[in-house]
């Protein structure tokens, strides 16, 4: 069974410019996160889709963060504009079922890291 | 000040010896899991517990969810080279539906 794919792994840019990331989720699964992971730090949520409806959206920067889940599916997470705070690796994972429910297993992807210089 | 606090941040044994990281909360949880991330991969999944006092065994890895669901243990017995690793602990709150990571605890076992 294909794990969750995203692209690109690695991405520089300078402050002030825009980037876009992509995640396949694993066939199936109907709930669809993105996690920002600092280095060293634990992952911490920005969005959270069912489908392809937003179930939590509320620690995303809406200003210069945005997310979108065509046809439940694969999602694009975009940055504009970078900060240099906005460096680390974005998560995207899938799951069965939403959390709250069940807490089931999410499977991850390997995650894009992203350099603001 | 984070929802789930782990500690140590970091620890570094030798390969053989015992170690144990803890994540804790004034919160409590209606589930809580286990994950280890390795450099460059994303996190995976350990262990769910779900019952208050409730001990997992996995191999040499052994999980215990506190009697009042509010924090959790990894204990590991005679650590291995191939158990480094981040160690994330992650729960939704009873009242919640969002599965929040604590900080992580960096172990590093030496051979």
């Known amino acids: 069974e294909a794990g969750v794919a995203q692209s690109p792994r690695y991405k520089i840019i300078e402050k002030r410019q825009s980037v876009a990331f992509w995640c396949n989720p694993i066939s199936g699964h109907a709930t669809l996160y993105w996690y920002q992971q600092i280095l060293g730090q634990g992952p911490k949520l920005l969005i959270q889709f069912q489908n392809n409806g937003v179930v939590d959206d509320s620690q995303l920067p809406k200003d210069r963060f945005s997310a979108e889940r065509l046809k439940g599916v694969d999602s694009t997470l975009k940055i504009q504009p970078a900060k240099l705070e906005d460096s680390a690796v974005y998560l995207c994972?899938?799951?069965?079922?939403?959390?709250?429910?069940?807490?089931?297993?999410?499977?991850f992807g390997e995650g894009s890291r992203l350099t603001v210089l | 000040t984070q929802l789930l606090e782990q500690s140590p941040q970091f620890l570094s044994i030798q390969e053989g010896e015992n170690l144990t990281v803890y994540c804790n909360s004034s919160?409590?949880?209606?589930?809580l899991q286990w994950y280890r991330q390795e450099p460059g991969e994303g996190p995976v999944l350990l262990v769910t517990?779900?019952?208050?006092?409730e001990v997992k065994k996995l191999k040499r890895l052994t999980f215990q969810f506190g009697d009042a669901r509010k924090d959790s243990s990894l204990h590991i017995t005679a650590a291995q080279p191939g158990d480094t690793g981040l160690y994330l602990c992650?729960?939704?709150?009873?009242?919640?539906?969002?599965?929040?990571f604590g900080g992580g605890t960096r172990v590093l076992v030496k051979p």
């Open positions: 994972a899938s799951s069965l079922q939403p959390t709250g429910l069940v807490t089931g297993e999410l499977f």
């Open positions: 992650a729960g939704v709150e009873a009242a919640g539906n969002k599965l929040t």
């Open positions: 919160s409590v949880f209606s589930s």
């Open positions: 517990v779900v019952t208050g006092g």
